[in-house]
């Protein structure tokens, strides 16, 4: 079987989806997939980013991480998306960027992608699950064959209980309240051995 190849897309403004991303990321390298990790394109004018030293930091920390592209969600066998809740929803950088995909959708390109999801909001019921499960919306529309967490390890009722997909919760300074790096991790090796499944039957 050819190396599965796993694509991580993430919004994040101060910092917590990105640090979601990598730990993804690093899990799914340990399982032995070849991963790319983009973030989607920032639409926020650079006057609100400045005005929040948080925000600001993480811009200028994450510069070089390259923005997604069409192409990318063609490439991968599987996709893990990282973002934060707007008022329960996604937030714009995100959706623009799913709204952008119908070339790929038209051409069946995205169909049977496995993919995954992941949130984070400023309290433990900020709505983080109702985030997750919108993207999951668009997944359904693209054929994708989503792999949620579930409770299929312990360390998902640890971080939470989040079944949808691993959730977080920050302070007004960005810092995690929970520990969640166990059910990432978890869960980006599920989407991989999964995937390969998958991908092994294809071929």
Do not use: C
Not at 84 to 110: C, E, H, I, V
Not at 129 to 158: C, K, Q, R, S
């Amino acid at each position: 079987m050819t190396k599965l190849k796993l694509l991580v897309v993430y919004y994040s403004s101060t910092g917590t989806n990105y640090q979601l991303a990598q730990w993804a990321a690093e899990s799914a390298e340990k399982e032995g997939a070849e991963v790319k990790t983009v973030k989607v394109k920032e639409l926020a004018p650079k006057e609100a980013i400045d005005g929040n030293p948080g925000w600001k930091a993480n811009a200028e920390k994450t510069k070089d991480v390259a923005e997604a592209k069409a192409d990318d969600l063609d490439w991968a066998d599987a996709i893990i998306f990282s973002m934060p809740t707007r008022y329960g929803n996604l937030p714009a950088q995100m959706k623009q960027f799913l709204d952008s995909t119908g070339g790929l959708w038209q051409q069946g390109k995205l169909t049977n992608k496995v993919v995954s999801a992941m949130s984070s909001a400023m309290n433990p019921h900020g709505g983080q699950e109702a985030t997750v499960l919108a993207l999951y919306t668009t997944m359904y529309h693209w054929g994708a064959i989503v792999v949620a967490p579930g409770y299929t390890d312990p360390v998902t009722f640890a971080a939470g209980g989040n079944p949808y997909g691993t959730s977080v919760s920050v302070d007004e300074k960005g810092k995690m309240k929970e520990d969640v790096k166990d059910a990432v991790m978890h869960q980006a090796k599920r989407v991989v051995q999964v995937a390969g499944w998958i991908k092994k039957g294809k071929e």
